[in-house]
């Protein structure tokens, strides 16, 4: 894993940093959408798609944007991508469309796009930032269908629509409402804290020195600041 950079990108997304589990990220459309498992990998492979062309289109452009433009280009990119994304899911899968509802368009202020093309598009090239588009996207999509599927099993008995528990179940309808997410989330925090695992609310399990964003956006070492050092460097 260590000799193949590009395997290494895929890996870091859906384990050693996956944006929701370890970074805490992108936590809104989390429990927005993950009423269902279907839901979960909808909107998990609109922002995968999302995340693979932006990093590999702002890394392409990474030598060309000025610097003092430099959110707004990448704003405009991942909003342009965006849209191309809500039209075709509207046009092809509309019932899935439909229950996504607004958190389609809302994926141009998804936090993780924009970090990604902070933190690593801007300062690779476009075949690796292509790579840890779909390693962080697909991390994200893991995240969300685990976190949907849980949902649905305890909240209407089913997975992706298919009936599993028995028919005498009596489904927990508060796990497929608005607290239910809340509650499987904390869980899930509380227990990575509990088995000592990488996450952004236990500190002492990541190494800040190997992450390239830790989930503490108010301290962040690859800000603007630190971007606008490296540049100077780089000359």
């Given at each position: ?8 990108r895929i890996y870091n997304?859906v384990w050693k940093e ?92 998804n936090c993780i796009i ?122």
């Open positions: 894993m260590k000799n193949n950079k590009y395997l290494e997304g996956n944006p929701l589990f370890v970074l805490l990220l992108g936590t809104c459309p989390t429990l927005a959408v993950t009423t269902s498992a279907t839901n979960g990998l909808g909107m998990g492979l609109a922002a995968t798609a999302v995340l693979v062309f932006s990093n590999i289109i702002i890394s392409a452009l990474r030598n060309i944007i000025p610097d003092k433009v430099r959110l707004p280009a990448e704003i405009v990119i991942v909003a342009s991508l965006v849209t191309v994304c809500d039209m075709l899911m509207e046009a092809f899968v509309p019932d899935l469309y439909e229950s996504l509802g607004i958190f389609i368009p809302l994926i141009v202020v924009l970090g990604r093309a902070e933190s690593y598009a801007l300062k690779h090239n476009p075949i690796l930032s292509m790579f840890d588009g779909l390693g962080m996207g697909l991390g994200f999509a893991i995240a969300l269908v685990l976190i949907g599927g849980f949902r649905e099993i305890l909240g209407a008995g089913t997975i992706f629509g298919f009936r599993i528990m028995p028919q005498g179940y009596t489904p927990i309808s508060i796990f497929i409402l608005a607290p239910g997410a809340f509650l499987v989330y904390a869980m899930l925090t509380a227990l990575q804290n509990k088995l000592k695992l990488p996450c952004a609310t236990n500190g002492d399990a990541i190494d800040p020195d190997h992450v390239m964003c830790d989930g503490n956006c108010t301290m962040c070492r690859m800000g603007a600041g630190s971007y606008k050092t490296e540049k100077k460097e780089e000359a």
